[in-house]
């Protein structure tokens, strides 16, 4: 997958950790642009410990993994 497939998927995780964090995370726009961080901290981690999910679902589901994993340690900064 290129890098516009990459932006759009770690778009859609940043989306997906909002809907699933309580309280709705930090905002549409943010949310978007700590799901890009996300996706890319839940690819490393899974390649750290050897989990490798195929196709568009696999890197999706990698990706909010990762975000939410990033809204939630930012959640801390919050407040």
Same mark, same amino acid.
Do not use: Y
């Given at each position: 997958? =290129?890098? @516009?497939?990459?932006?759009?998927? #770690?778009?859609?995780? $940043?989306?997906?950790? !909002?809907? *699933?964090?309580?309280?709705? %995370?930090? =905002?549409? @726009?943010?949310?978007?642009?700590? #799901?890009?961080?996300? $996706?890319?901290?839940? !690819?490393? *981690?899974?390649?750290?410990? %050897?989990?490798?999910?195929?196709?568009?679902?696999?890197?999706?589901?990698?990706?909010?993994?990762?975000?939410?994993?990033?809204?939630?340690?930012?959640?801390?900064?919050?407040?």
């Amino acid at each position: 997958m =290129g890098i @516009i497939g990459s932006i759009i998927i #770690g778009c859609l995780a $940043g989306f997906c950790a !909002g809907k *699933l964090m309580k309280g709705g %995370g930090f =905002g549409f @726009i943010m949310n978007l642009v700590l #799901g890009l961080f996300g $996706g890319a901290l839940g !690819g490393w *981690l899974f390649d750290q410990l %050897g989990i490798q999910w195929g196709g568009l679902l696999g890197q999706l589901g990698t990706a909010i993994i990762g975000a939410v994993a990033i809204l939630w340690i930012a959640s801390f900064f919050k407040k």
